[in-house]
């Protein structure tokens, strides 16, 4: 098991302290059904399931995902990824999907859990995520450089490479 701890204090030599993460366990209730023509740039999306779908070049620049299931989702190839640039995803579970690229940079990652996931590169520098889980996931390596992160944890994952720097 890996785990994330939050620290809190400052950078600067002053004491800092650890404590093990407490994410907050989602329960989506009822979801209406999402397809590829709902994502796009600036949408907001709430309480929608996204199964089996294919996002390969989708753009959800700073989309809202509010309250959310996505499973058994392809976010693209490396050549042709979803682009979640900037986007915001809350209260939402991530379930069995695939990412040869998965670009979510300076974007938000709020009370998600995220399991059975496979990622090749996690593009996801400069984010803020916040009481996230990820259970079972492979992660060949993990962009994260200059974000914030509180209360995450990794749990049974296998991430290759991982970039926390100014993280």
């Given amino acids: 098991m890996c785990v994330v701890e939050s620290v809190t204090g400052t950078r600067y030599g002053e004491d800092m302290t650890t404590k093990a993460p407490h994410p907050r366990k989602t329960s989506l209730g009822r979801l209406a059904t999402g397809c590829v023509g709902d994502i796009g740039p600036e949408e907001f999306l709430e309480d929608m399931e996204f199964t089996g779908l294919n996002l390969a070049e989708a ?3 700073q989309a809202t995902f509010l309250d959310c ?3 058994n989702v392809n976010y693209g190839d490396a050549e042709a990824p979803i682009d ?3 986007a915001r995803i809350s209260g939402t579970e991530i379930t069995d999907c695939r990412a040869d690229t998965w670009n979510m940079s300076r974007g938000n990652l709020l009370h998600t859990e995220i399991s059975g996931t496979r990622i090749g590169a996690g593009v996801v520098y400069d984010s803020v995520w ?3 889980r990820f259970t079972n996931c492979r992660i ?3 962009n994260l450089r200059g974000s914030k992160l509180t209360d995450v944890e990794f749990r049974d994952c296998k991430i290759d490479e991982i970039d926390l720097g100014r993280a």
């Fill in 69 to 71: 299931r996505w499973s």
């Fill in 84 to 86: 979640l640039t900037g």
């Fill in 130 to 132: 916040e009481k996230v």
């Fill in 59 to 61: 753009d959800a620049t």
């Fill in 140 to 142: 060949s390596y993990l």
